[in-house]
T-cell receptor, first 113, second 110 residues
């Protein structure tokens, strides 16, 4: 089925470890986004990309890095995980910004101990 | 004050009841989205609105641009409608991005 695929779905990390979350979309969307969702708060934008080879910071970028080497993939990296990064991470994509639909992935539940 | 406010935060109703969830926003927008998230699940887009009203099955979404207000209605509610419903607006002020409400947790009891 067409859509946004996130891997992995669950992960437990120790403080200081690194990992990469992968987001893949097969809808030829230009825009891709990484959000985090925490209890009692709305989704917050970490980083986004407006096309292959481009990335930009969102509201809460500290502690994360991203790359978009291929149009269909958007990677989110944690270089040195901290307990404050325990969250559910969602990737999304859209054809363009503005009045276009967004397609979300199923989420990655990350726990940093 | 959040740019997107939803009410109520929690709603419990009996099967069959008519449900209304409200969303008010304070920024200029080009579109408003209603999203659904089941417990432990992913996020599904229900509607995108820039004016008027949309209907899909038992779900109806309306928006009043002048009043900066949108409503999501569910007719003949069913336990499978139990989920968190999230309102998000695409802000055209400042950094153009989706701004999310905190969500409304809906529980429909049989």
């Amino acid at each position: 089925n067409a859509g946004v695929t996130q891997t992995p779905k669950f992960r437990v990390l120790k403080t200081g470890q690194s990992m990469t979350l992968l987001c893949a979309q097969d809808m030829n969307h230009e825009y891709m986004y990484w959000y985090r969702q925490d209890p009692g708060m709305g989704l917050r934008l970490i980083h986004y990309s407006v096309g292959e080879g481009t990335t930009a910071k969102g509201e809460v970028p500290d502690g994360y890095n991203v790359s978009r080497l291929k149009k269909q993939n958007f990677l989110l990296g944690l270089e040195s995980a901290a307990p404050s990064q325990t969250s559910v991470y969602f990737c999304a994509s859209s054809y363009e910004a503005g009045a276009y639909g967004y397609t979300f992935g199923s989420g990655t539940r990350l726990t940093v101990v | 004050k959040n740019e997107v406010e939803q009410s109520p935060q929690n709603l419990t109703a009996q099967e069959g009841e008519f449900i209304t969830i409200n969303c008010s926003y304070s920024v200029g927008i080009s579109a408003l989205h209603w999203l659904q998230q089941h417990p432990g699940g992913g996020i599904v887009s229900l509607f995108m609105l820039s004016s008027g009203k949309k209907k899909h099955g038992r779900l109806i979404a309306t928006i009043n641009i002048q009043e900066k207000h949108s409503s999501l209605h569910i007719t003949a509610s069913h336990p499978r409608d139990s989920a968190v419903y999230i309102c998000a607006v695409f802000s055209v002020q400042g950094a153009q991005k989706l701004v999310f409400g905190q969500g409304t947790r809906l529980t429909i009891n049989p």
